[in-house]
């Protein structure tokens, strides 16, 4: 057969092929095909396995010589607020000082002060901010991300962001999975008026975000920040039902700082993830096993915020949880667009294996955002997004850490970074 591209002399091809969510021993198994090659057409892949059986089958205008490195699937962040303007530096060094992120909130910083700068800055500032955010993801090998709203907190301002995702997803090559996060935090028009804002998002926000589906090319899904300080596991309840009820997917801030409960409403809801998941118990992973909620573990949040506690992976693992990893990139406590960088975190603070990091941050990623028909492997029929390290050994993603092994990053069958350098536009606008 003809194709329009033939990745070869792969020395360690990862597919992460799989029939469903990675879960248990099976996280190991990245799928390692030794003398790989991949033939794409049409920005799909349309053959996978040893370089031998391809080359039998498969004619390529275009070769790429992956001179005997390795080669894996594009990387899928399924968890970060990626819309927000300005930074909280300032805040960041408060907290060296030894004032807590709680204690900063409290006096006005923390979420409000992301708000204030959000609203207050142009849509086209606001759009530019992020996109280069997006090209620093993209020359670290992240090909799909999700996109959170919540620096908004009103229906304007929420719908403004959730804009910026719309402009963002048709500019750039990364495709964007839009979450609509407006009970983010309590804004400063409803301060000791929970109640009344959880109504503004139910009543008004979410039947309009609904409304917004066509301009995002995707159903979004609903998020909400359950945690102390922030909205309690009844609200997050009534919220997520909402959504659910308007056919929106769901997931939920859960257990990061306080166990609140957030864990029970999503196995109860059938929530698509549960995320954070810091402070939780046996009991809770029992209920996010039996329901198949992924659990979408965050390890750059508590070394961003210097904290020494993480995520009880290894035993969440041994339960039968199926996780994931994300970057959770915000301006407040993890300012990090790096999967790679939370592979090696995730490694160090929470004893995952490289090949266990690696299906967390790519197949279990994309199911954490309902993505995985179309990308989080390299099988046939998925969207060919394809990364070249600067390795021939995969464990080095864990191993080395704080440069950029990503040489090549090939979006939909197109190479669009190199040597961390961002070489194309979108590859078909608008398509998703
Ligand atoms: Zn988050």
Same mark, same amino acid.
């Given at each position: ?9 792969c020395?360690q ?12 021993? =099976?996280l ?5 095909v030794?003398?790989g090659?991949i033939?794409?057409?049409?920005g799909?892949?349309v ?10 089958q498969?004619?390529a $205008?275009?070769?790429?010589?992956? $001179? ?7 990387f899928?962040? +399924?968890h ?21 992120y ?9 979420? *409000?002060?992301?708000?204030? =700068? /959000?609203?207050?800055a142009s849509f $086209?500032?606001?759009v530019?901010?992020?996109r ?8 670290q090998?992240t090909? /799909? ?5 919540g ?5 304007p301002?929420?719908l ?8 963002l997803?048709r500019?750039?090559?990364i #495709? ?11 804004p400063?028009?409803?301060?000791a008026?929970a109640? !009344?804002y959880?109504d503004?998002?139910?009543? !008004?926000?979410? %039947? ?5 589906r ?5 159903? +979004?899904?609903?998020d909400v ?9 009844? $609200? ?9 009820r ?17 864990a029970?409403v999503?196995?109860?809801?059938? =929530? ?5 998941l810091i402070?939780?118990?046996?009991? #809770? ?7 198949g ?8 949040? %508590?070394f961003?915020l210097?904290l020494?506690?993480?995520a009880?992976?290894?035993e ?7 996780i994931a *990893?994300?970057?959770d990139?915000n %301006? ?5 667009e790096?999967m ?8 160090r603070?929470?004893r ?9 941050a790519?197949?279990?990623?994309a ?8 990308v989080?492997?390299l099988?046939v029929g998925k969207?060919?997004?394809?990364l070249?390290?600067d390795?021939?050994?995969y ?16 979006? #939909?069958?197109?190479?669009v970074?190199?040597?961390?350098v961002?070489?194309a ?8």
């Amino acid at each position: 057969m003809k194709v329009d591209l033939l990745i070869h002399n792969c020395g360690q091809l990862l597919t992460l092929a799989s029939a469903g969510p990675k879960i248990g021993p =099976a996280l190991r198994d990245v799928g390692l095909v030794p003398h790989g090659a991949i033939a794409i057409r049409e920005g799909r892949i349309v053959l996978v396995g040893s370089e031998a059986e391809v080359r039998q089958q498969a004619s390529a $205008q275009v070769e790429i010589d992956a $001179q005997g490195r390795v080669v894996m699937p594009g990387f899928v962040d +399924p968890h970060n607020h990626l819309v927000f303007a300005g930074d909280r530096v300032e805040e960041f060094e408060q907290r060296l000082g030894g004032a807590s992120y709680q204690e900063i909130a409290a006096r006005g910083g923390g979420i *409000l002060s992301s708000v204030r =700068a /959000t609203r207050a800055a142009s849509f $086209q500032d606001l759009v530019a901010q992020s996109r280069a955010r997006l090209d620093r993801m993209l020359a670290q090998g992240t090909t /799909t991300a999700e996109a959170k709203t919540g620096y908004g907190l009103s229906l304007p301002d929420e719908l403004r962001l959730l804009q910026a995702i719309v402009e963002l997803g048709r500019s750039h090559p990364i #495709d964007l999975v839009p979450t609509f996060l407006g009970a983010h935090a309590i804004p400063p028009e409803y301060v000791a008026q929970a109640e !009344e804002y959880v109504d503004l998002v139910v009543e !008004e926000m979410l %039947p309009a975000v609904r409304d917004r589906r066509r301009e995002l090319n995707a159903t +979004p899904f609903c998020d909400v920040f359950c945690d102390e300080g922030a909205f309690n596991a009844a $609200q997050a309840r009534r919220i997520l039902s909402a959504a659910q009820r308007l056919g929106l997917g769901i997931k939920i801030h859960a257990e990061e700082f306080a166990r609140t409960g957030g864990a029970r409403v999503a196995a109860e809801l059938g =929530a698509t993830s549960a995320d954070h998941l810091i402070q939780t118990d046996s009991g #809770d992973w029992a209920a996010l096993a039996a329901v198949g909620v992924m659990a979408v573990l965050l390890p750059g949040t %508590p070394f961003g915020l210097g904290l020494s506690k993480y995520a009880p992976a290894r035993e969440m693992i041994a339960a039968g949880v199926s996780i994931a *990893l994300g970057t959770d990139l915000n %301006p407040g406590t993890c300012y990090c667009e790096s999967m790679p960088t939370i592979i090696a975190l995730a490694s160090r603070t929470m004893r995952l294996a490289p090949a266990e990091a690696i299906s967390a941050a790519t197949l279990n990623a994309a199911h954490a955002i309902g993505r995985a028909h179309e990308v989080g492997s390299l099988e046939v029929g998925k969207r060919a997004d394809v990364l070249v390290l600067d390795s021939d050994d995969y464990r080095d993603l864990a191993y080395r850490f704080g440069g950029n092994l990503v040489a090549r990053v090939i979006k #939909d069958g197109r190479e669009v970074a190199s040597n961390s350098v961002v070489l194309a536009a979108k590859v078909r606008p608008g398509a998703h």
